[in-house]
């Protein structure tokens, strides 16, 4: 600064706006002029200027600095022997469901089993004392009813040809109907060996289509059918019942002590003579092949007559057949009369259906008796009611150790009078 500019006068000391010099004209023109639009409009244009540079460079960093690093994804080393410690960490870590990332180091949870299925379930699960969802979630699968597959009928070797159609008869070699048709006795892998035995006849099959089929949809295998000779279709309907697993039985009409009012057809009766009682026998036996035995029905009357029944219980044990005794009869000769021409026999222990109302009480009775003897028989008749609470009650047995078993596996000769006295 010049010294002599301290000596001129301060503006202070002027009035304001008084002794200047006069603008100039272009001082005067740059006055005029809108300097706030020209700078908003400045502003927008350099905001303009960015956003096109942007994106013709397709620069999303808006010109900030950048590099590009390629990144390899390499295969991890093997392993290494883990040491005790290493070890127990990974133990650790599994039981408490979580894991360590191999790149980041970080802990990841996984997400139990359980956990998902009561998250898909929707319900909320609240535990004693507040804990958590176990580590491991226990699935109790039944186990399957074993498969059985009986063997096919008719077999060549135990037939013959009769006046009313085919008959049984023992094979050349000795086989037997009872023994080649009749379901093997298999038991369930939880059933001990020498358990109790239950073995069931479900008779009136064959009648109704609808509710033969029916039976067959609910009742397990091992429990016997037994078909009258009236049905429809029977040869199919058998076929049917042997191809699901279930031994099957013809059921012959025997006369009983109510008269003849309603006598089915081909009905054996007590005076008949020996000829014509087996006539009529033979055209049961000839409505189906496949049956391991004969059951009567109706029958109080024919079976307390011995002069009539005899010769039937040969003809049955000559033909390769057991008989079933339904046990509706008090007075039946089955068993005496069994052991004296050597015919197999099965007699019911107990009638499931003889009170509809006491159904359950009678099934029970029957695995009480076969806990007692070591095996116990039923019948019943196939009415749906029946035939429902038998299904229900025979798949539950097994569970408390009772075996489920084939008529057929019961069968055997009677002994002698005498000897089941003495016993």
């Known amino acids: 600064m010049d010294l002599n500019d301290l000596n001129k006068p301060l503006d202070l000391n002027r009035p304001l706006g008084l002794g200047r010099a006069a603008p100039s004209a272009s001082a005067r023109a740059l006055q005029g002029l809108p300097w706030g639009r020209i700078g908003f409009g400045g502003l927008g244009l350099l905001f303009a200027s960015l956003i096109g540079f942007a994106i013709i460079t397709d620069d999303g960093m808006g010109g900030e600095p950048y590099a590009i690093a390629q990144i390899e994804v390499r295969k991890p080393a093997p392993a290494e022997p883990a040491s005790p410690a290493t070890a127990g960490a990974a133990t650790s870590g599994a039981n408490s469901g979580a894991s360590a990332d191999d790149v980041t180091g970080s802990t990841i949870r996984i997400r139990r089993g359980s956990e998902m299925v009561e998250e898909a379930s929707g319900v909320k699960v609240v535990r004693q004392g ?120 013809l059921q012959a009409p025997l006369e009983g002590f109510g008269g003849e009012a309603e006598a089915p057809a081909h009905l054996l009766r007590a005076s008949d003579t020996s000829s014509e009682t087996l006539n009529r026998l033979h055209w049961h036996m000839s409505r ?20 009539a029944f005899t010769p039937v219980l040969s003809e049955i044990a000559d033909r390769g057949l057991f008989y079933f005794d339904d046990g509706t009869s008090t007075r039946s000769l089955a068993l005496s009369l069994g052991a004296d021409s050597s015919t197999p026999i099965v007699r019911a222990d107990i009638v499931i259906d003889a009170r509809i109302e006491a159904i359950d009480d009678a099934l029970i009775r029957l695995e009480r008796l076969a806990r007692d003897k070591g095996s116990a028989v039923g019948s019943a008749n196939g009415l749906p009611i029946v035939i429902e609470k038998i299904a229900r009650y025979a798949k539950a047995m097994e569970g408390r150790g009772i075996a489920l078993a084939p008529v057929s596996s019961l069968a055997a000769i009677p002994r002698p009078a005498s000897a089941r006295t003495n016993q």
Do not use: C, W
């Not at 050349?172 to 358990?195: H, L, S």
């Not at 049956?291 to 011995?306: E, M, P, R, S």
């Open 130 to 249: 507040g804990g958590s969802v176990p580590d491991a979630l226990i699935i109790a699968i039944p186990q399957a009813s074993v498969e059985v597959g009986l063997a096919p009928a008719p077999d060549r070797r135990l037939i013959e040809k009769g006046r009313h159609g085919p008959l049984p008869r023992i094979g050349p070699d000795g086989a037997k109907a009872m023994d080649v048709y009749a379901r093997p006795f298999v038991t369930g892998a939880n059933i001990r060996p020498g358990a109790p035995k239950v073995a069931i006849l479900i008779g009136g099959m064959g009648l109704n289509a609808e509710a033969t089929q029916a039976a067959l949809g609910v009742l397990p295998r091992a429990i016997t059918l037994g078909f009258a000779p009236y049905g429809p279709d029977l040869a199919r309907q058998t076929a049917r019942a042997r191809t699901e697993g279930h031994e099957v039985i």
């Open 288 to 307: 189906f092949p496949g049956y391991v035995g004969i059951a009567g029905y109706l029958g109080g009357k024919f079976t307390a007559d011995g002069r």
